[in-house]
């Protein structure tokens, strides 16, 4: 039996520039990808300044409980043709009515300006905005004012 001997390929500057442009194109592709992901899917800003937003945090949270204790709940804001709508309810499940409700509806990503909202109750507890709200995912943050207890919220609107 004869023995075959294998000889290795050689090594050369061809395959060494091959493989580290091989690796730089990937890293590349992956961050383009990655970045493309991030642009499309921000949703904007949470907190314009940080450190004002740290100062008034326990006011916030004082505020959120006494929001809680008249215990209103709002409905998932909903599309209603061109304009929007919101149920409210009492603590006991009875519809609220006559309350005062304005919003402001920001586009995610500052492609339009804010739009004021008011709204009028339509049925009882269902209230319906006067003005339109362009197609389109907006954020709207909503004021709730009746009796002298107020409630804000912040929802999405696809």
């Known amino acids: 039996m004869k023995m075959e001997i294998i000889k290795p390929k050689k090594f050369t500057g061809y395959h060494a520039t091959a493989m580290i442009v091989a690796f730089f194109a990937v ?20 907190v314009d300044n940080s450190y004002v937003a740290s100062q008034k945090y326990n006011k916030w949270l004082a505020e959120a409980r ?36 304005t ?14 909202l008011s709204f009028v109750e339509n049925d ?12 389109g995912r907006w954020k709207l943050r909503i004021a709730i004012s009746h009796g002298g207890n107020k409630m804000a919220l912040a929802q999405e609107v696809l």
């Open 66 to 101: 006494k929001q809680q204790a008249h215990g209103w709940t709002a409905s998932q804001i909903i599309r209603v043709q061109d304009r929007v709508a919101v149920m409210v309810r009492q603590a006991d499940e009875s519809a609220l009515k006559n309350a005062e409700i």
């Open 27 to 46: 890293v590349v592709s992956v961050n383009m990808v990655m970045a493309r992901f991030a642009v499309s899917t921000f949703g904007g800003t949470v």
């Open 124 to 135: 009882a507890g269902t209230y319906v905005s006067r003005n339109a709200l362009p197609e």
């Open 103 to 116: 919003a402001v509806a920001e586009h995610p990503v500052g492609r339009s300006d804010p739009i004021i």
